[in-house]
């Protein structure tokens, strides 16, 4: 008998860690989440003050409140074309972040659950358009929407939104593993249809990941601006981040800075509370695959 068999504790690997080492992590943490951190305090500080002193005092602290008189403000600026972007924005991004949930779903599913010729080459394919940037295929499809006349047209802000590499990724890895190639075939013998298998099955059993894939579209979608600038010329069609960046072009001159400080507080309003309604499916879904 070995001194493995006889103390099996020797065969678990050491997890003990000194107090310095976990407080170098512990502050590495604490750091890191004041460098992110820092940009929103500033600006919930700065668009809490009275209109006129978002830029004087201490930026770090409040200086009186006028926060609602600021909103009210805001709200009377070019008869309040700021609510019609964030309107703009939440459209794209919900209906655009929705339809790429969807297609992700459906996509990683089948890359997951079916046999065909070429599936790991798809696959494969799908790994190298996650390493290309998305800035790179806005010119192609400006001169694309241009010449079938979708410019100053929703679709041109809808319809490449709904393509997520990452998402297809994610939605593969968490099917292969949540979903049971049992559970398919007791399906399948049945009489149930693959879609029906897919939509009473599988897409239950891959929620967390697609709530993971909705919220990352969704973010992503909400901070694009350099396709809507080019496709969407009409303020009333621009979302609120390219609506944002043409005040703060403006210099002061068009619309006073404080409005674009206050805005742009409001406009990250809807993403902290999307991520603090879903984030016990969203934690889930990052662990996807971290587990075999």
């Given at each position: 008998?070995?001194a493995?068999?006889?103390?099996p504790?020797?065969?678990?690997p050491?997890?003990?860690?000194?107090a310095?080492?976990r407080?170098?992590?512990?502050?590495?943490?604490?750091?890191?989440?004041?460098?992110?951190?820092?940009?929103?305090?500033w600006l919930v500080?700065?668009?809490?003050k009275?209109?006129g002193?978002?830029f004087?005092?201490?930026?770090?602290?409040f200086?009186?409140?006028?926060?609602?008189?600021?909103?009210?403000?805001?709200?009377?600026?070019?008869?309040?074309?700021f609510?019609r972007?964030?309107?703009?924005s939440?459209l794209?991004?919900?209906?655009?972040a929705a339809?790429?949930t969807?297609?992700?779903?459906?996509?990683?599913?089948?890359?997951?659950?079916?046999?065909f010729?070429?599936?790991?080459?798809?696959?494969?394919?799908v790994?190298?358009?996650?390493l290309v940037?998305?800035?790179?295929?806005?010119?192609?499809?400006?001169l694309?929407?241009?010449?079938?006349?979708l410019?100053?047209?929703p679709?041109?802000?809808?319809?490449?939104?709904?393509?997520?590499?990452?998402?297809?990724?994610l939605?593969?890895?968490f099917a292969?593993?949540?979903v049971?190639?049992e559970?398919?075939?007791?399906?399948?013998?049945?009489?149930a249809?693959?879609?029906?298998?897919f939509?009473?099955v599988?897409?239950p059993?891959?929620?967390?990941?697609?709530?993971t894939?909705?919220?990352?579209?969704f973010?992503?979608?909400?901070?694009n601006?350099?396709?809507?600038?080019m496709?969407?010329?009409?303020?009333?069609l621009q979302?609120?981040?390219?609506?944002l960046?043409?005040w703060?072009?403006s210099?002061?001159?068009?619309?006073?800075?404080?409005?674009?400080?206050?805005?742009?507080?409001?406009?990250?309003v809807?993403?902290?509370?999307?991520?603090?309604?879903?984030?016990?499916?969203?934690r889930?879904?990052?662990?996807a695959?971290a587990?075999?």
């Amino acid at each position: 008998m070995t001194a493995a068999t006889r103390n099996p504790t020797a065969l678990r690997p050491r997890r003990d860690t000194t107090a310095a080492s976990r407080g170098a992590v512990l502050a590495l943490l604490l750091l890191s989440t004041a460098y992110f951190l820092f940009p929103l305090w500033w600006l919930v500080v700065s668009a809490s003050k009275p209109y006129g002193r978002q830029f004087s005092g201490s930026g770090l602290w409040f200086d009186g409140f006028g926060l609602f008189d600021n909103i009210a403000r805001l709200t009377a600026q070019n008869d309040g074309i700021f609510w019609r972007w964030m309107l703009n924005s939440i459209l794209y991004c919900g209906v655009g972040a929705a339809a790429a949930t969807l297609v992700s779903a459906m996509t990683g599913y089948l890359l997951a659950k079916y046999e065909f010729r070429g599936r790991k080459a798809l696959f494969g394919l799908v790994l190298a358009a996650v390493l290309v940037p998305k800035i790179l295929f806005t010119l192609p499809l400006y001169l694309m929407f241009s010449g079938i006349g979708l410019i100053d047209n929703p679709l041109a802000v809808l319809l490449p939104s709904i393509v997520s590499p990452f998402g297809v990724y994610l939605a593969r890895i968490f099917a292969s593993q949540s979903v049971p190639d049992e559970v398919i075939e007791a399906g399948r013998l049945d009489g149930a249809s693959e879609f029906r298998i897919f939509r009473t099955v599988g897409l239950p059993m891959m929620v967390p990941a697609l709530v993971t894939i909705f919220l990352f579209q969704f973010v992503e979608i909400w901070n694009n601006y350099l396709l809507p600038a080019m496709v969407l010329s009409d303020d009333r069609l621009q979302p609120v981040t390219v609506g944002l960046v043409g005040w703060n072009a403006s210099h002061g001159v068009a619309v006073p800075a404080p409005l674009v400080v206050i805005g742009s507080l409001i406009s990250v309003v809807p993403l902290i509370i999307a991520f603090v309604a879903l984030q016990r499916f969203w934690r889930a879904g990052m662990t996807a695959g971290a587990v075999k």
